[in-house]
């Protein structure tokens, strides 16, 4: 109609992804979390947009803010500062056309009383940095805050850290586990490269559920690093196994696929619902039981344990960047906590002579080599294994004392693999552990 502007192509993608970027920073909420409601409404394409646009502008919000800077004399508000993060990014990085940002930044500004005043200014500053591209690739990388930034290079150095700030940076690739009846030529099928340990990977995947071999659960998505605590394990066929916290259901997966007896257990009953699905798709079978691995009492015990114990998740910032803003570190004092409780339940599952696999996808000591310590002193009888982490692709100079230690670095001519710490745990043949 007469009057009506129509709205820019791609906006409702910014606007959900701006909405995003917001209740990240204010409500401390994970993307993983918010994103299957927050893009419900938009068409599947739009979806994946938006929470591409989220995800890359958390990413890129430091180095967006120093092309920014020389243009304002003052830090704007909070989602008008990052509505300017977000078109830069897409300016200077995504190669969009930047008139037609300017245009959805300045309109989906004046379309809220509280940052309207704002949308003239945007326009004048975006097109300041359209008329004078910067060298995106010459600015620093993002670095990590220092509630994370700290503890870490008290832990690993200041030349560790900054490596890893640059394996942030660089984001993280698709990583693929196949399963047992999936085809000799699947790396073929998928134009993917195999790596190390087998995992099949993907520079630029596109749509997962439109991947080669997805309906018939020829893979699953799985990165590389994720896959070692099974690896590790090791388990020979017919051995009993549960899997703590086993959602979504990888490491179920692996163990299922070396023909143990597994059983998944986890807390959340949508979750568990999801290793069920996961299983189906791939032909694999394993208990899926809904329970507080704290209090759950299993029939009988088992010859392995494997623990994924819940964490901060500092390993995954690469494919997460969005974590360093939605945490600040104060909830970690319970999460070592719960670790070390599951640690010790874990071990009273376990047969005489039986093994724990204890990891965290975390790249803080202390939800890896410091849980590993105390529960030495808590359980003086059990011993650590440090020959089972000695697997295909694995550095023996990434296993330290207490267990082998991984890191977004590790593999810098690869693409890099999630941090992880994971720990082989021996009980006794006679113990009263």
């Known amino acids: ?32 979390e918010l994103l299957p409601k927050a ?5 599947p394409g739009d979806r994946a947009r938006a929470g591409r646009l989220a995800t890359e502008g958390l990413r890129w919000a430091s180095r967006a803010d120093r092309v920014l800077g020389p243009y304002l004399r003052q830090r704007p508000d ?19 056309a930047a008139h037609g940002v300017v245009n959805s930044a300045v309109e989906i500004l004046k379309a ?15 097109r300041k940095v359209a008329g004078n591209m910067p060298d995106w690739d010459a600015l620093p990388n993002p670095v990590l805050p220092k509630w994370l930034r700290k503890p870490l290079i008290s832990d690993y150095g200041k030349a560790a850290v900054a490596a890893m700030e640059k394996a942030h940076a660089a984001g993280a690739p698709l990583d693929l586990t196949p399963a047992p009846g999936a085809p000799d030529d699947l790396a073929t099928k998928l134009g993917a490269k195999t790596m190390p340990g087998g995992s099949l990977r993907l520079e630029k ?6 991947l080669p071999g997805y309906e018939e659960g020829w893979w699953w998505v799985q990165d590389a690093a994720a896959t070692l605590p099974a690896r590790i394990l090791n388990p020979d066929p017919g051995e009993t196994v549960v899997d703590l916290c086993a959602a979504p259901g990888g490491k ?5 696929a070396m023909e143990a007896k597994v059983t998944a257990v986890d807390i959340s009953e949508s979750r568990i619902a999801r290793v069920a699905e996961n299983l189906s798709r791939t032909g694999l079978e ?32 690469r494919r997460h960047p969005d974590l360093p803003y939605a945490k600040d570190g104060s909830s970690f004092p319970e999460l070592f906590k719960l670790q070390a409780g599951l640690i010790d339940r874990a071990i009273e599952m376990l047969k005489p002579g039986g093994r724990l696999v204890y990891c965290t996808c975390s790249l803080l000591i202390d939800e890896g080599e410091e849980q590993v310590r105390d529960a ?31 890191r977004p670095d590790f593999w810098p001519d690869m693409g890099g693999m999630d941090g992880f710490f994971i720990a082989v745990l021996r009980k006794p043949a006679e113990s009263s552990a």
């Open 252 to 256: 179920t997966m692996q163990l299922s």
């Open 1 to 32: 109609m007469k009057g009506e502007t129509m709205p820019q192509p791609g906006r409702a993608a910014r606007q959900a992804a701006l909405d995003l970027m917001i209740r990240v920073t204010d409500e401390g909420r994970l993307l993983s």
């Open 78 to 96: 909070g989602r008008t500062h990052d509505m300017l993060r977000l078109a830069v990014w897409e300016i200077c990085a995504d190669g969009a």
């Open 376 to 406: 030495l002193i808590r359980h003086p009888d059990l011993m650590v294994d440090l020959d089972a982490p000695r697997v295909a692709g694995i550095d023996p100079d990434w296993i330290g004392a207490e267990g082998l230690r991984t």
């Open 112 to 126: 809220r009383p509280e940052t309207a005043r704002q949308a003239g200014l945007a326009n004048a500053i975006l």
């Open 39 to 43: 893009v419900a409404h938009l068409e």
């Open 286 to 317: 394993a208990e899926t039981v809904v329970a507080d691995a704290l209090e759950w009492k299993p029939a009988s015990p088992f010859d392995a344990v494997l623990l994924d114990a819940p964490c901060s998740a500092t390993g995954t910032i």
């Open 205 to 210: 995947p596109g749509q997962v559920t439109a």
